[in-house]
């Protein structure tokens, strides 16, 4: 019986101290999967860019499609992907948040908020005779919804 005890508290005890590295390995894989991401994204912008004429918004600009998807955590809470006017950032429950700057200036129409696997478009255009990358969430056209 005291051999029991004794290995159910040695079990407790080992899994007590395991569990803060654990938790701490998921959130700094979390990080790096969703820094992979981002930077993606600020290289298909890059090469956006590089490759095309940017236009007016509404003139059919040259566009791409990227598929963003914050990673899911196994210990940890889930955190989540932002993107902003000039700012790509993933943003962890816990921690500090990381930020990849964009290689050209990048514009949204409303922030963007990535938690489960999103598509974003990304598109090439001239804003106040700038080229500027504008992401948005794309449109279902059937029904003129966002997906």
Request: glycine residues 6%.
């Amino acid at each position: 019986m005291i051999r029991v005890v004794l290995a159910v508290a040695l079990t407790t005890a080992l899994f007590g101290i395991a569990l803060p590295s654990v938790e701490r390995a998921d959130r700094e894989r979390s990080a790096a999967l969703a820094i992979d991401d981002l930077e993606s994204v600020d290289e298909t912008a890059e090469r956006l860019a590089a490759e095309n004429d940017p236009i007016a918004p509404g003139d059919g600009p040259a566009g791409t499609t990227v598929t963003l998807e914050a990673p899911d955590s196994t210990f940890a809470e889930r955190g989540r992907i932002r993107i902003r006017d000039g700012e790509l950032r993933w943003e962890p429950p816990t921690g500090p948040n990381h930020t990849v700057e964009p290689s050209v200036p990048f514009h949204v129409e409303a922030p963007i908020v990535v938690t489960d696997r999103t598509a974003v478009r990304l598109s090439l255009v001239s804003i106040d005779g700038q080229p500027a990358v504008l992401a948005r969430l794309p449109v279902d056209r059937s029904d003129g919804t966002r997906v």
